[in-house]
């Protein structure tokens, strides 16, 4: 019974920030790598972030590089996006996900367990 369930999401206003938390249930979360992705109205989903589990192992969607940051607390199986500089472009759904393994990759057939997501607006 594997559950992600996202949080964080809002409203914000460009430049602004916002920190996404995704904690997980019934995965062993520190053995696998955990991903963030996106999906805006009419786009296909997109892979933001990604962090395994040794210092460093994180990837990032050339779009976001700089910006945000993908962390993660195992003690609370969680994981954690931190948004800055946000851009209307950044407008989208956000979902956590679990590839089930360790595979520093954001394609998106890695991925076997996803969150419902939540949602992130950004007005300029």
């Known amino acids: 019974q594997v559950q992600l369930v996202e949080s964080g999401g809002g409203s914000v206003q460009a430049g602004g920030s916002l920190r996404l938390s995704c904690a997980a249930s019934?995965?062993?979360?520190?053995?696998?790598?955990m991903a963030w992705f996106r999906q805006a109205p009419g786009k296909e989903r997109e892979g933001v972030a990604v962090?395994?589990?040794?210092?460093?192992?994180?990837v990032y969607a050339d779009s976001v590089k700089g910006r945000f940051t993908i962390s993660r607390d195992n003690g609370k199986n969680t994981v954690y996006l931190q948004m800055s500089s946000l851009t209307p472009e950044d407008t989208a759904m956000y979902y956590c996900a679990a590839n089930g393994g360790v595979n520093l990759s954001l394609r998106e057939a890695r991925y076997v367990h996803w969150g419902q997501g939540t949602q992130v607006t950004v007005s300029s």
């Open positions: 962090i395994c589990t040794r210092a460093g192992d994180t």
């Open positions: 019934g995965v062993i979360f520190g053995t696998i790598c």
